[in-house]
């Protein structure tokens, strides 16, 4: 037999013996100091059978906390007192009585136990399936959007190294310039990686602390701003300070990829607004564009890791890897994020909780 089943076996024996110890101190206090009406004494008993069937396994322990409780009934609290009389003529109903109650309980037991861990194993295939179709997209995405901008720094390169003569001083600050874009570029999509290398090590409930949200916003739009210098982003922030549990280094991944995306991909040259809105239960973070908008016809994957802008070649227009992730980031955080057109541009929304929530 193995130890964990032998631990088992004896946890429910000590909880049923003091489950039983338990009633049947309380039974002498009843009984011997309030009242000795034997109803009440088959109540306290009947009470403590089922709570041993429910917090026991299998049947076992039920049926023999009702065996006991009706000996213990017959020796302490019927005439004649502290002896056993298996002679008396409510005795076999009385254990009958205790014996089904202890059965049925058991069964009911047994089975919400069985329903708990079946629903608790769906739950978690569930959550492996979700991982793992992360971890596709995720290679999936990778797999091309790496490839492109590896081969355009390593032709950039190869031309200038070869051919440096042969290039005028515009085209080789030209092909500079694609170079310290794309590794640029390579950069952002490998702190995106271990965004989601965080995410899925710390698994589903994070390391929170409790953050001041301006200062995340402002260290989010600094960061940003040493990639793209001229970017144009107008912040409006409420008056009073908010403070909100969060993982701040995955908050501020989320706000640079979803500002980047709306500065690269929008096609317009006004001002991206980033609003954060207090409200009873949470905070709102709104990302709003006034470009094209998304394409209506993949919104519903845009957050799986297959949405992309277009069609083109150029790695910089797929931005689904970086929304799948910001979609993650935000799930872990018990939080919320949609996407949606306006009438003058695309609007990104993620909410956070005020308040740590228990999963």
């Given at each position: 037999?193995?130890?964990s089943t032998i ?119 569930l959550l492996e ?231």
């Open positions: 037999m193995q130890k631990r088992q076996i004896l946890h429910d024996l000590l909880i049923t013996a003091g489950l039983l110890l338990l009633t049947t101190s309380l039974t002498f206090i009843l009984f011997f100091q309030v009242s000795n009406n034997p109803a009440n004494i088959a109540l306290f008993y009947i009470f403590g059978i089922l709570t041993t069937a429910r917090n026991t396994n299998g049947f076992l322990y039920g049926i023999l906390a009702s065996g006991l409780g009706v000996l213990l009934i017959n020796c302490f609290f019927t005439y004649p007192y502290f002896s056993i009389n298996f002679s008396l003529p409510d005795y076999p109903f009385t254990f009958l009585c205790m014996l089904t109650l202890s059965i049925l309980t058991s069964v009911t037991t047994s089975h919400i136990k069985r329903q708990a861990e079946l629903l608790a194993s769906r739950e978690k295939q399936a979700e991982k793992e179709k992360l971890r596709a997209n995720l290679l999936r995405a990778v797999s091309h959007d790496l490839r492109t901008p590896l081969t355009s720094i390593l032709g950039a390169s190869a031309s200038l190294e070869e051919e440096w003569e042969h290039y005028e001083s515009k085209e080789r600050q030209e092909l500079i310039h694609n170079i310290h874009d794309d590794a640029s570029w390579l950069l952002n999509m490998v702190e995106n990686l271990l965004s989601i290398t965080h995410i899925q090590t710390e698994g589903s409930r994070l390391n929170t602390s409790l953050e001041i949200v301006d200062e995340v916003v402002a260290e989010s739009v600094i960061r940003l701003k040493k990639r793209l210098p001229e970017a144009d982003i107008r912040i409006t922030l409420p008056s009073e300070i908010l403070m909100i549990p969060m993982d701040a280094m995955l908050i501020e991944q989320v706000l640079i990829n979803l500002l980047e995306n709306a500065l690269l991909h929008s096609q317009s040259d006004k001002p991206v607004q980033l609003i954060v809105e207090p409200h009873t239960h949470n905070v709102y973070f709104r990302i709003i564009d006034h470009g094209v908008g998304l394409n209506e016809k993949f919104m519903k994957h845009i957050f799986d890791g297959t949405y992309s802008e277009s069609s083109s070649s150029d790695v910089r227009k797929n931005n689904g890897i970086g929304l799948s992730i910001c979609h993650s980031i935000i799930t872990a955080h018990s939080g919320t994020i949609a996407a949606r057109n306006h009438e003058h541009g695309a609007e990104f929304l993620f909410i956070l909780p005020k308040e740590e929530t228990n999963e």
